[in-house]
């Protein structure tokens, strides 16, 4: 037997209900920002996400799924969707006459090489979106607020946004300078990854999973403090934004995010004050380090899968059917071509139709109706048949009737 690979899982049954409900209710959310959908390809160029990402993050050094195609190519798949969107902005010259942002959301795999644990999958998807073309607090208020509206209409109330500024260029090396200093005399009580990025990006010392709650960390120096005044008054702008949207936030000083590429706000979604469903944040150098021009860009990634854990931990009743509306019994083989007739008219009105496709007796199909919880179900009978009338039957109020076969449409129609 072969067995599914370590850290995916096969998506059916009530899982994909539920994951087809969460679709709709994202895609109907981003419609009304005026966002449109983008799907990248699954494979790409590794340079991509090796220049994109960062080629210090711990997901393009330990994570990513990297190959050489047939043709010698080096082929790296999806880990994250922010370079793929990059790349098809800055390939599609959509920064040619940008009189009005760009923006765009996408549903996607993604793929990278973790231990596999609740929550975590080497195969996982995120629901994500992107702004390009907009540097005002405007735009970041609004990524802000979709990401927020989304987790509160999927029921997910307890959510808080953690929120941070790393500031401009200038603010971000002043900062760094500082963490530098400040970790030097420390570095050999971090983990060895930390002792690595010490020289890379100290900034992501600030949120290594391993050296958590460490008090070197918790009492690090805190971006904030290192903002150039022009900094300052961007975050304290977009703050106030979220406080007319209504928006539930929480300066966290120590969130800083594992990419390269963030500046200005970045921010995570917390639930219940501990998971991370989700995160995002300003990204004006990204278009430009992928060969583009400055063009600034905002965004943020929902971790889809999880999200749907914890509304399922959180008790969210997520409406999914598990009925069907009809279901069409017979036994003779003229009842069964009148009901091939029946399942296929009914099916085109929009009707949830089943029948009987495994020769079962008439006791076997009863018993089918209610495993699939059949909301009517009709009885062919050659005697009916004759005058062109067939047996429809309610199942709840047990109520029976003898209808015009004609007049059944209408009849469903008028009685659902
Ligand atoms: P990131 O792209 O790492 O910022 O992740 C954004 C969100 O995606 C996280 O907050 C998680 O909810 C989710 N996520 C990240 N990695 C995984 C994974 N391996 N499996 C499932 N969800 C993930």
Same mark, same amino acid.
């Given at each position: 037997?072969?067995?599914?690979?370590?850290?995916?899982?096969?998506?059916?049954?009530?899982?994909?209900?539920?994951?087809?409900?969460?679709?709709?209710?994202?895609?109907?959310?981003?419609?009304?920002?005026?966002?449109?959908?983008?799907?990248?390809?699954?494979?790409?160029?590794?340079?991509?996400?090796?220049?994109?990402?960062?080629?210090?993050?711990?997901?393009?050094?330990?994570?990513?799924?990297?190959?050489?195609?047939?043709?010698?190519?080096?082929?790296?798949?999806?880990?994250?969707?922010?370079?793929?969107?990059?790349?098809?902005?800055?390939?599609?010259?959509?920064?040619?006459?940008?009189?009005?942002?760009?923006?765009?959301?996408?549903?996607?795999?993604?793929?990278?090489?973790?231990?596999?644990?609740?929550?975590?999958?080497?195969?996982?998807?995120?629901?994500?979106?992107?702004?390009?073309?907009?540097?005002?607090?405007?735009?970041?208020?609004?990524?802000?607020?979709?990401?927020?509206?989304?987790?509160?209409?999927?029921?997910?109330?307890?959510?808080?946004?953690?929120?941070?500024?790393?500031?401009?260029?200038?603010?971000?090396?002043?900062?760094?300078?500082?963490?530098?200093?400040?970790?030097?005399?420390?570095?050999?009580?971090?983990?060895?990854?930390?002792?690595?990025?010490?020289?890379?990006?100290?900034?992501?010392?600030?949120?290594?999973?391993?050296?958590?709650?460490?008090?070197?960390?918790?009492?690090?120096?805190?971006?904030?403090?290192?903002?150039?005044?022009?900094? =300052? +008054?961007?975050?304290?702008? %977009?703050?106030?934004? $979220?406080?007319?949207?209504?928006?539930?936030? !929480?300066? @966290? *000083?120590?969130?800083?995010?594992?990419?390269?590429?963030?500046?200005?706000?970045?921010?995570?979604?917390?639930?219940?004050?501990?998971?991370?469903?989700?995160?995002?944040?300003?990204?004006?150098?990204?278009?430009?380090?992928?060969?583009?021009?400055?063009?600034?860009?905002?965004?943020?990634?929902?971790?889809?899968?999880?999200?749907?854990?914890?509304?399922?931990?959180?008790?969210?009743?997520?409406?999914?059917?598990?009925?069907?509306?009809?279901?069409?019994?017979?036994?003779?083989?003229?009842? =069964? +071509?009148?009901?091939?007739? %029946?399942?296929?008219? $009914?099916?085109?009105?929009?009707?949830?139709? !089943?029948? @009987? *496709?495994?020769?079962?007796?008439?006791?076997?199909?009863?018993?089918?109706?209610?495993?699939?919880?059949?909301?009517?179900?009709?009885?062919?009978?050659?005697?009916?048949?004759?005058?062109?009338?067939?047996?429809?039957?309610?199942?709840?109020?047990?109520?029976?009737?003898?209808?015009?076969?004609?007049?059944?449409?209408?009849?469903?129609?008028?009685?659902?």
């Amino acid at each position: 037997m072969i067995t599914k690979q370590k850290g995916t899982y096969d998506i059916y049954g009530d899982l994909a209900k539920k994951r087809a409900y969460v679709n709709d209710v994202l895609a109907a959310l981003c419609e009304k920002y005026n966002y449109g959908y983008i799907e990248t390809p699954v494979f790409e160029a590794s340079e991509l996400f090796h220049r994109g990402v960062g080629e210090s993050t711990d997901m393009v050094k330990k994570e990513t799924y990297d190959f050489q195609d047939r043709g010698e190519r080096s082929i790296t798949l999806r880990p994250e969707g922010t370079a793929g969107v990059v790349r098809w902005f800055v390939e599609n010259k959509l920064y040619g006459n940008m009189t009005d942002p760009v923006k765009v959301f996408y549903n996607m795999k993604m793929y990278r090489y973790e231990r596999p644990q609740s929550g975590r999958n080497r195969e996982f998807t995120q629901w994500g979106f992107e702004c390009f073309g907009s540097d005002d607090v405007m735009s970041d208020a609004e990524v802000v607020s979709l990401a927020y509206n989304a987790y509160r209409l999927l029921g997910l109330d307890d959510i808080t946004i953690k929120i941070n500024s790393l500031g401009d260029t200038e603010s971000r090396d002043n900062y760094r300078a500082a963490l530098k200093e400040y970790f030097a005399p420390h570095i050999k009580d971090l983990c060895p990854d930390c002792q690595d990025r010490f020289e890379r990006n100290p900034l992501r010392i600030l949120d290594c999973k391993f050296d958590a709650g460490n008090e070197i960390i918790t009492n690090a120096p805190k971006t904030l403090d290192y903002l150039n005044a022009e900094s =300052k +008054e961007r975050f304290d702008k %977009l703050l106030s934004m $979220l406080d007319m949207m209504d928006i539930n936030y !929480e300066i @966290d *000083t120590n969130l800083v995010r594992g990419l390269d590429y963030y500046n200005h706000m970045v921010f995570e979604v917390v639930l219940n004050d501990s998971y991370a469903l989700g995160g995002g944040g300003r990204y004006n150098g990204l278009v430009e380090t992928l060969g583009g021009p400055s063009v600034p860009g905002v965004g943020f990634a929902m971790g889809y899968d999880r999200t749907i854990l914890a509304m399922e931990e959180n008790g969210v009743n997520i409406p999914i059917n598990d009925s069907i509306d009809v279901y069409v019994l017979y036994v003779s083989d003229t009842e =069964k +071509e009148t009901a091939s007739y %029946l399942v296929q008219d $009914l099916r085109l009105n929009g009707f949830i139709t !089943e029948t @009987d *496709t495994m020769n079962k007796s008439l006791k076997a199909q009863f018993k089918s109706v209610d495993r699939y919880n059949s909301k009517y179900m009709i009885i062919l009978n050659d005697e009916d048949l004759k005058s062109n009338k067939i047996k429809i039957k309610d199942n709840k109020t047990k109520e029976e009737e003898l209808i015009g076969i004609n007049d059944l449409v209408d009849y469903l129609d008028m009685h659902m």
